[in-house]
């Protein structure tokens, strides 16, 4: 059987609270909730900036890349949101 999920990113402008970042991604009319921690932004994508949602835009791509690997692995969270720590990467 093949697995025909795919996770994409179609919303533009995540946001941020300042401990972490959110944005959404899509599988077919499935939203899903993603969100990137203010740790893991430091820890790897050298987001000691104060500025979160610049940390993030520089690196989307990868970002992206770890949202859809654990969402396709089924590493989601009780409310099918997916969750990346610091850990994670």
């Given at each position: ?20 970042v959110m944005f959404r991604g899509r ?63």
């Amino acid at each position: 059987m093949l697995d025909e999920r795919t996770l994409v990113f179609p919303d533009p402008e995540p946001s941020s609270n300042g401990e972490k970042v959110m944005f959404r991604g899509r599988d077919g009319e499935l939203k899903i909730a993603c969100v990137i921690s203010r740790e893991a932004l430091e820890d790897h994508f050298n987001g000691d900036n104060k500025d979160l949602l610049k940390v993030f835009k520089a690196n989307r791509e990868r970002i992206e890349y770890e949202a859809r690997r654990k969402y396709l692995a089924g590493q989601l969270e009780k409310d099918l949101s997916v969750v990346i720590l610091t850990e994670d990467l």
